[in-house]
């Protein structure tokens, strides 16, 4: 029995705090309410036409009219687009914009999850798609979630590395916007898009990463220079086995080469003489 009834006590304050955040209609205005309505009309009948310009607004297409009678939520929610009727002196009405609107996050000064400060900017494209919950549920919808905004982009990337923010933007942004969206749902706003768009380090920081990727660079250029050399001495050495199996070869090349520095129009040519060539004729000054 216990159990149950702190289920039931449960489910009422649940309904209630849902009955909260949902909009009513105004219901009934009272006895003092219905004399008033009764008088408006009697006036707007006396001065009409000329009551005309007091009832009837217009409202754009991407408008929406959020009508209060007495303080009450009247029936049937937001008007628009187009005409809709009021009643002068018990009537108040306000205008919401339906269109996105996008904002800019001011930088936010962040530490990362390894204790690196950066600040990040980003933009954030919303809009309003249940007028009566942005009136009636918070003061100030479009303040309200710009503040939202820069107070999610510092959670989400006090929780991230800096290597992550760097690589990750994307995913980074689709996290802000669910997280945006799952908060800004009562106020009856949507959030279309969230974006990063600059992430600056300390220069100290940007000097220290420079200073690394050359040094990988480097290291990476002498690796590649070190293959290759190695390739290059695997091939002449090939080159020399094949010449000292056919000496006819040794000769082909010393005339490719000197076709090919008479090609260039040098003015000096430099002849190679066989080694054996030169023995013989040192045997016979020794005779």
């Not at 310009?53 to 009247?74: D, H, M, P, S, T």
Request: with cysteine.
């Amino acid at each position: 029995m216990g159990e149950a009834n702190q289920q039931a006590t449960s489910l009422d304050f649940a309904k209630d705090c849902d009955d909260d955040t949902t909009p009513k209609d105004g219901g009934d205005v009272g006895c003092c309410g219905y004399i008033l309505w009764f008088l408006s009309l009697v006036v707007i009948a006396l001065t009409f036409p000329f009551s005309l310009c007091l009832c009837i607004k217009v409202v754009q297409e991407y408008e929406r009219a959020v009508i209060f009678r007495l303080g009450r939520l009247i029936a049937g929610g937001a008007k628009g687009p187009g005409l809709f009727f009021i009643i002068p002196c018990i009537d108040s009405y306000t205008k919401v914009d339906i269109r996105t609107v996008s904002f800019d996050v001011p930088p936010q000064e962040v530490l990362t999850k390894d204790s690196v400060t950066v600040a990040v900017d980003a933009v954030v494209y919303y809009r309003v798609q249940n007028a009566t919950m942005s009136i009636t549920n918070v003061e100030d919808a479009n303040r309200s979630t710009r503040l939202l905004a820069a107070t999610t982009l510092r959670n989400v990337l006090g929780t991230k590395n800096l290597s992550e923010i760097l690589s990750e933007r994307e995913t980074i942004s689709h996290y802000m916007q669910s997280s945006l969206d799952e908060g800004t749902d009562p106020w009856g706003v949507k959030v279309e898009r969230v974006e990063i768009k600059d992430v600056r380090l300390p220069v100290q920081l940007q000097r220290a990463m420079a200073a690394e990727a050359e040094a990988a660079r480097e290291a990476r250029a002498k690796v590649i220079s070190a293959e290759g050399e190695h390739k290059a001495s695997r091939a002449l050495k090939e080159a020399a086995d094949v010449m000292v199996e056919s000496p006819a070869a040794l000769q082909l090349r010393y005339l490719q080469t000197l076709n090919t520095i008479s090609a260039e129009k040098n003015s000096t040519i430099i002849f190679p003489l066989p080694i054996d060539l030169l023995q013989s004729f040192m045997s016979r000054k020794t005779k």
